[in-house]
C-alpha cells in the first residue's frame, strides 16, 4: 500500500484546511488510518487516527478543531483543520497501521505555515 498526503500550505492563524491521504489500496478493511505530525526539534505525536469501525481517536490539543473522515470509495482520509494555531505547524504524515507487517507511512506534508 502506497499512501499521498497533500494539501498543506499557508493559513493565518484562526483559518482552516484540509489534508488528504489517498492510499493505493484498500485500508479501511482492519487497523486503522491516522494522522501524525512531527514539529522541528519534537517527536512525531499522534494527532488523529480513524478505525476500521469508524471510531475516532483525536490528540487532546486538537479536540473540537480538528476533524479526521474518510471516502471508502475513494480509499482516502481527510484531516479537516480548523482554528489553525501557531502551534499546529509541522510536518504531517498519514500512516495505515494493519496489522503485523502493514505498517506504512506516507510523505510528509508541510502543513500548515503561519501566513
Known amino acids: 500500500v502506497q499512501l499521498q498526503a497533500s494539501g498543506g500550505g499557508l493559513v493565518q492563524p484562526g483559518g482552516s484546511l484540509r489534508l488528504s491521504c489517498a492510499a493505493s489500496?484498500?485500508?479501511?478493511?482492519?487497523?486503522?488510518v491516522g494522522w501524525f505530525r512531527q514539529a522541528p526539534g519534537k517527536q512525531r505525536e499522534l494527532v488523529a487516527l480513524i478505525t476500521s469501525g469508524g471510531s475516532t481517536v483525536y490528540a487532546d490539543s486538537v479536540k473540537g478543531r480538528f476533524t479526521i473522515s474518510r471516502e471508502n470509495v475513494r480509499n482516502t482520509v481527510f484531516l479537516q483543520m480548523n482554528s489553525l494555531k501557531p502551534e499546529d505547524t509541522a510536518v504531517y504524515y498519514c500512516r495505515y497501521q494493519g496489522g503485523v507487517n502493514r505498517d506504512y507511512w506516507g510523505q510528509g506534508t508541510q502543513s500548515p505555515s503561519s501566513a
Open positions: 489500496g484498500s485500508i479501511f478493511s482492519i487497523g486503522y
